[in-house]
T-cell receptor
Framework: AQSVTQLGSHVSVSEGALVLLRCNYSSSVPPYLFWYVQYPNQGLQLLLKYTTGATLVKGINGFEAEFKKSETSFHLTKPSAHMSDAAEYFCAVGANQAGTALIFGKGTTLSVSS | GAVVSQHPSRVICKSGTSVKIECRSLDFQATTMFWYRQFPKKSLMLMATSNEGSKATYEQGVEKDKFLINHASLTLSTLTVTSAHPEDSSFYIC???????????FGPGTRLTVT
């Protein structure tokens, strides 16, 4: 079984500040991990993913995440927030198994103030 | 890259009617498709897993007779909301998993409003 916990349903930062969105997972098999962003009334956009290999993963829009197996974490960071980063962010866990769906965390709303 | 489409993008229907939502993988074959439901300001909840040529597998608490899923081909899955009620109003998102890479690609979603 797999599950995801996103700590903090709402994160507020100032423009230019560091963004840190937390994600912890549980998985009985080697996990595939994802971060998605969703803007109001839109679908999901993939930010980045970890499957195998390098544990530090770089994504679009300056975001990156690090897979830490010992901590069962996959936190999302961005060095300097932009106003356009304000959105809903979802962490998800999956596996390299046929028929395995992605399981999503509850989401974190990121607010960016000027 | 792989593209998944959903049709319609928005639909408004009256209580008691049925609504069909289509999910298509446009440039790859998907042996498995998934249907999610998202309530306002909430996460995506997996409703069911749809495998081509076989019956869908529903998550606990999802009424299979209300949410009919058909995966008739490797590029098309449909979700039919039968006898819709206002509480069925939601954002429905499908995803398709490539049979080659196991990557999962998401459709843009369908906003259903039941009046």
């Amino acid at each position: 079984a797999q599950s995801v916990t996103q700590l903090g349903s709402h994160v507020s930062v100032s423009e230019g500040a560091l963004v840190l969105l937390r994600c912890n997972y549980s998985s009985s098999v080697p996990p595939y991990l994802f971060w998605y962003v969703q803007y109001p009334n839109q679908g999901l956009q993939l930010l980045l993913k970890y499957t195998t290999g390098a544990t530090l993963v770089k994504g679009i829009n300056g975001f990156e995440a690090e897979f830490k197996k010992s901590e069962t974490s996959f936190h999302l960071t961005k060095p300097s927030a932009h106003m356009s980063d304000a959105a809903e962010y979802f962490c998800a866990v999956g596996a390299n198994q046929a028929g395995t769906a992605l399981i999503f965390g509850k989401g974190t709303t990121l607010s960016v103030s000027s | 890259g792989a593209v998944v489409s959903q049709h319609p993008s928005r639909v408004i229907c009256k209580s008691g009617t049925s609504v069909k939502i289509e999910c298509r993988s446009l440039d790859f074959q998907a042996t498995t498709m998934f249907w999610y439901r998202q309530f306002p300001k909430k996460s995506l909840m997996l409703m069911a897993t749809s495998n081509e040529g076989s019956k869908a597998t529903y998550e606990q608490g999802v009424e299979k007779d209300k949410f009919l899923i058909n995966h008739a081909s490797l590029t098309l899955s449909t979700l039919t909301v039968t006898s819709a009620h206002p509480e069925d109003s939601s954002f429905y998102i499908c995803s398709a998993r490539s049979h080659l890479t196991y990557e999962q690609y998401f459709g843009p979603g369908t906003r259903l409003t039941v009046t």
